[in-house]
């Protein structure tokens, strides 16, 4: 029971650590509640869908299905978190000053909302279809007993929610002007620290070359399966062997994005 | 359309434009266990490890050494490229069954 609890824990995680940033981030909007339930509810349909036919995708392109889809999933989340972080640093101040355009914040609101909607879908996705596939081959392979298995799961599923929401507590507590400031920066490394995954999948389908592998080794020093290092991995993908093409990604990402707020930010802003 | 034509024309090619590995090495999943545990590649090669899974459910291989993790659904083969690697030892495991699905992939 133990066994299936962790592993549906650590997939649970790195989905409700997402969540739980992207809810901060668009604490002021309105409607923002009902959107998130949306992305949410769509990505469990979509993991027990992709769960499902895991073996067709898993054999498309002599056996590196997996790696484009998962790499293209990543891509997805990437250029919708970094669509919000733009979106953020144009419309931040407003938001967090409250003195804004109602009639045109409810329209733009909407469409930055479905962006969220389906960040959150994705890693949904990407987690729960693994969960899934893990789930249904304990219960078909017959190692362990139903109850012990849903109990698992809900213990896992919990303690990784539990985990999510306490990092969303923490977050609202900061103050709404710095609150932005504080989710752009994470939101900026979690899409790099995603890039740079994604870049990972297309090495290992030999898809891209990896270059220098790896290109550091801080395996002794902060491990990728310790809980500081995990953490770390899901929240600003950090890798303890991440090889050059990986890093490439991750800055070269982090950079667009960052150059994509800057041209954004209102001029009157820059002058306050 | 103009980027998800691109997109399309990428993914489909990638794999011929793909960088061909050295050597294929294949690694059976059955009871849970790999077989053979213990697995000997050239060094300072690519290596295409084909990992098949003969079991009826999903296994994750899964390396920290390496780098790498991948599902290979049950009755299923999937490949995952390593290398080229220094000379030593590499540890690799299987997620969903970590107690007895473990092994090591040997460079030299």
Known sequence: MLGAAIIVFRETLEAALLISVVAAATRSLDHRTRWLGIGLASGVI?????????????????????????????????????????????????????????????????????????????????????????????????????????????????????????????????????????????????????????????IQADVLPGMVTPLWDTSNILPINSPVGSFLHILIGYDARPSATQVIFYATVALVILAGMRWARPRRVLAA | ??????????????????????????????????????????????????IDNQDATAEEFESHDLNREKVIPGKSRGSVLVGPLKPGKYAFFGEFHEATAKGVIVAE
């Open chain 1, 46 to 202: 979509g993991s027990l869908v992709v769960a499902g036919c895991m073996d067709t995708i898993a054999n498309v392109a002599d056996g590196i299905g997996q790696d484009l889809f998962n790499a293209l999933v990543l891509g997805a989340a990437v250029c919708m978190l970094g669509w919000h972080n733009v979106w953020m640093a144009r419309h931040g101040a407003e938001m967090a000053s409250n003195a804004r355009d109602v009639a045109r914040s409810v329209h733009e609101g909407r469409r930055e909302l479905s962006a969220i909607a389906v960040v959150i879908a994705l890693a949904v996705l990407r987690e729960g279809s693994e969960t899934a596939l893990f789930l249904f081959g304990m219960a078909s392979g017959g190692e362990l007993a139903m109850p012990a298995i849903l109990s698992g799961g809900v213990l896992g599923l919990a303690a990784g929610a539990g985990l999510g929401y306490g990092m969303y507590r923490g977050l609202v507590r900061i103050p709404l002007r710095r609150l932005f400031s504080v989710t752009s920066v994470l939101i900026l490394l979690l899409a790099a620290g995603m890039a740079g995954q994604s870049a990972r999948f297309l």
């Open chain 2, 1 to 50: 359309m103009r980027i998800a034509r691109f997109l399309a024309a990428a993914v489909l090619l990638a794999p011929v434009t793909g960088f061909a590995a050295d050597t294929d090495v294949t690694i059976v999943i059955r009871d849970h266990k790999f077989e053979p545990a213990e697995v000997k590649v050239p060094a300072g090669k690519k290596v295409k490890l084909v």
